[in-house]
């Protein structure tokens, strides 16, 4: 596993989570600091689907429009630490997320634009 994604949990409806992800190694962390990064995200029974993306020094963010204005996309380039912040959850935002580096530092919404990949972290929101 490359990268690691860690934060998510269990939540009300209407909640809050903030999702983190960082290289599992040091020398990839210095690599990644020059990539876009993004999150994706399964829902059990469906395909994996963009939620946001961010470039590589921050300064470009994209988002699906089902999470616009609720989520944030950030990252720490000293420590470099992709987040998402996940605010006004619904039972919809249930799924696994995923963190990717993208194969450039900018980074889209399909998976092709990325090449790295992290396991995973489950949020479950309840009604």
């Known amino acids: 596993v490359q990268l690691q994604a860690s934060g998510g949990g269990l939540v009300q409806a209407g909640g809050s989570l903030r999702l983190s992800c960082t290289a599992s190694?040091?020398?990839?962390?210095?690599?990644?600091?020059?990539?876009?990064m993004g999150w994706f995200r399964q829902a059990p029974g469906k395909e994996r689907d963009f939620v946001a993306s961010?470039?590589?020094?921050?300064?470009?963010?994209l988002y699906a429009d089902s999470v616009k204005e609720r989520f944030t996309i950030s990252r720490d380039r000293v420590q470099n630490i992709l987040y998402l912040q996940m605010n006004e959850l619904t039972p919809e935002d249930t799924a696994v997320y995923y963190c990717?580096?993208?194969?450039?530092?900018?980074?889209?919404?399909?998976?092709?634009?990325?090449?790295?990949w992290g396991q995973g972290t489950l949020v479950t929101v309840s009604s």
């Open positions: 990717a580096a993208a194969r450039s530092a900018y980074s889209g919404r399909s998976s092709s634009d990325y090449r790295t």
């Open positions: 190694t040091r020398t990839l962390s210095r690599t990644l600091s020059n990539n876009g």
């Open positions: 961010i470039s590589w020094n921050g300064g470009g963010t």
